[in-house]
């Protein structure tokens, strides 16, 4: 553990402060891990990953999963856990998240974009009934645009609770209530206690203007075409393409697909990934003001000072 010059010698912080969750949500190329990895160090911690693409087994370079080079320096949980074509709930996750919490060695500092994975960690989740597999390929073949009428005639409290924009949570809130004739909204009514609740862990938000984080979303996939991840997406296509599996909705997934195939020059697959990643880190900001302004909002431009406060606010 490092020496927490930000932590007064006369200060004592027991054994459950000392594993206090530190809860650090962001954009897509926020630089989340980096902060994470450098929280972890200083404090000996253990690093959870609360990204629903990560989680995957077959992607390392297309979503930017923390390297060997950084996986080695803190233990890191949850990432490649997954099979390509397995099913993953958030409840899966919570329920994989719940041992981590018991008697960790330092804080768990648990890291991500994907806000309902957070939603679940600190207000809780109601236990749905898994979707039969006949209902899941019904909803997959039906278009997007009818299941969102679809919703908002037959469900509006869902829908006007979920990103309608986001056509993973539109087929979702169809699914359950194809499946179990209630609604998402009604079956989260049900929710049991969270596991960790926002008032015992230390909670924040990487800010980021949309200027400085584009431009990283830029370099960043012109990184991961020279390290290769075209020919990550090459092993994923030989393997099986199913443009409807989850693993498949990875952003650059489906450009790079469509260029191997053909039907696409690079350039233009990249640009088009490009911009799709753009937009959904607006989607991300606007969610997390949304749903998260009671967090920190610390500045992802400057990571030192970022790390500082969390520093701060964690003692």
């Given at each position: 553990m490092g020496n927490r010059p930000w932590l007064a010698a006369t200060d004592r912080l027991d054994r459950a402060a000392m594993t206090r969750p530190i809860l650090i949500a962001g954009p897509t190329a926020a630089g989340k891990s980096a902060l994470a990895l450098q929280l972890a160090k200083e404090l000996g911690g253990i690093i959870i990953n609360?990204?629903?693409?990560?989680?995957?087994?077959?992607?390392?370079?297309?979503?930017?999963?923390?390297?060997?080079?950084?996986?080695?320096?803190?233990?890191?949980?949850?990432?490649g856990h997954v099979g390509r074509n397995a099913s993953y709930s958030v409840g899966h996750w919570l329920r994989?998240?719940?041992?981590?919490?018991?008697?960790?060695?330092?804080?768990?500092i648990i890291i991500g974009g994907t806000g309902l994975y957070f939603m679940a960690l600190t207000e809780g989740l109601a236990e749905i009934p898994d979707i039969p597999k006949?209902?899941?390929?019904?909803?997959?073949?039906?278009p997007p645009s009818d299941l969102a009428e679809g919703l908002r005639r037959d469900d509006p409290e869902s829908a006007a609770k979920i990103d309608m924009d986001n056509p993973a949570r539109v087929r979702r809130a169809s699914?359950?209530?194809?499946?179990?004739?209630?609604?998402?909204?009604?079956?989260?009514?049900?929710?049991?206690?969270?596991?960790?609740?926002?008032?015992?862990?230390?909670?924040?938000?990487?800010?980021?203007?949309?200027?400085?984080?584009?431009?990283?979303?830029?370099l960043r996939f012109d990184q991961m075409l020279e390290q290769g991840v075209l020919a990550e997406v090459e092993a994923y296509y030989?393997?099986?393409?199913?443009?409807?599996?989850?693993?498949?909705?990875?952003i650059g997934a489906k450009e790079l697909v469509a260029h191997l195939q053909g039907t696409l020059d690079l350039s233009t697959a990249a640009n088009s990934a490009k911009t799709q990643t753009h937009q959904y880190a607006k989607r991300q900001r606007t969610w997390f003001r949304r749903r998260?302004?009671?967090?920190?909002?610390?500045?992802?431009?400057?990571?030192?000072?970022?790390?500082?406060?969390?520093?701060?606010?964690?003692?």
């Open positions: 609360a990204d629903a693409l990560q989680i995957y087994d077959c992607w390392q370079l297309l979503t930017a999963r923390p390297p060997e080079a950084e996986t080695q320096q803190a233990p890191h949980h949850l990432y994989d998240v719940a041992p981590l919490l018991k008697d960790p060695p330092g804080p768990p006949a209902i899941r390929a019904e909803v997959e073949r039906t699914e359950v209530l194809r499946a179990t004739g209630k609604g998402l909204a009604a079956w989260h009514a049900l929710t049991p206690p969270p596991l960790v609740p926002t008032t015992q862990a230390t909670c924040a938000v990487l800010g980021a203007e949309r200027d400085w984080l584009n431009h990283r979303i830029n030989k393997a099986g393409w199913d443009p409807t599996a989850p693993s498949a909705q990875a998260m302004s009671t967090w920190a909002i610390v500045d992802a431009a400057d990571t030192n000072r970022a790390f500082q406060k969390i520093l701060k606010s964690y003692a």
